[in-house]
C-alpha cells in the first residue's frame, strides 16, 4: 500500500505554527508599535468555547482583533484563549488553531489564510464579508457591512494552500 505523503496538511500545520508563536510572543511581551492581530476562527468546529450569545450572533465564522483591549492571552500546544470585551461585556474565548481560518497583522501588511477550514460550508449571517488575510494584503479593516474590494495584483501576497492541494 502507498501512502500519499500530504504536503499541503504539513504546510499549513507549519503555518499554524507561524499564528502560535506569533500569539505565544504577543502573550509574553505584549504588542509593539501598532502591532496588531486579526483572527478569523470558524465558531461552528469541535473545541471553540465562546458565550450562546457570540455564538448566536456569529453561527460559522468571526473575526476577532487583538489589539487594545484583550486581557489574559495564554497559548497552548493546541489552542488559545484569551478575554476580549464585547459591547463592555468581558467574554472568555477558547480557539483552537485548528479552527482558525485566517490571521493577520496588518501593521507589517502579513497574512494567513487556511485552506483546511475553508472546505466547511461558508459563513453566512453576521460574518465578516472579507477574512483577516485578505484585510492585511488589501490594507483593510474586515467588518460585517463592508463589502471585499476588488481583487488586484499589486501589494503582498495572501499565502493561500489550495494552489497545492491536488484536484479530484
Given at each position: 500500500?502507498?501512502?500519499?505523503?500530504?504536503y499541503d496538511l504539513m504546510v499549513e500545520e507549519a503555518l499554524r505554527g507561524v499564528v502560535r508563536q506569533a500569539l505565544s510572543g504577543a502573550a509574553a511581551d505584549g504588542l509593539i508599535g501598532e502591532q496588531h492581530f486579526y483572527v478569523t476562527f470558524r465558531t461552528d468546529?469541535?473545541?471553540?468555547i465562546l458565550s450562546d450569545h457570540l455564538r448566536n450572533r456569529y453561527p460559522q465564522e468571526m473575526t476577532i482583533v487583538l489589539q487594545h483591549r484583550f486581557w489574559g492571552l495564554q497559548?497552548?500546544?493546541?489552542?488559545f484563549e484569551v478575554t476580549l470585551s464585547f459591547q463592555d461585556v468581558p467574554e472568555r474565548l477558547v480557539i483552537p488553531f485548528a479552527a482558525v481560518s485566517a490571521f493577520a497583522d496588518?501593521?507589517?501588511r502579513f497574512g494567513l489564510q487556511f485552506a483546511s477550514t475553508a472546505a466547511l460550508p461558508a459563513a453566512t449571517g453576521d460574518a465578516p464579508s472579507q477574512t483577516a488575510a485578505q484585510a492585511a494584503a488589501q490594507g483593510t479593516t474586515p467588518t460585517a457591512?463592508?463589502?471585499?474590494?476588488?481583487a488586484t495584483d499589486s501589494g503582498p501576497k495572501v499565502v493561500t494552500l489550495d494552489q497545492f492541494r491536488r484536484k479530484s
Open positions: 500500500m502507498n501512502k500519499v505523503l500530504r468546529l469541535p473545541g471553540v497559548v497552548a500546544e493546541d489552542h496588518p501593521s507589517v457591512e463592508s463589502p471585499s474590494p476588488p
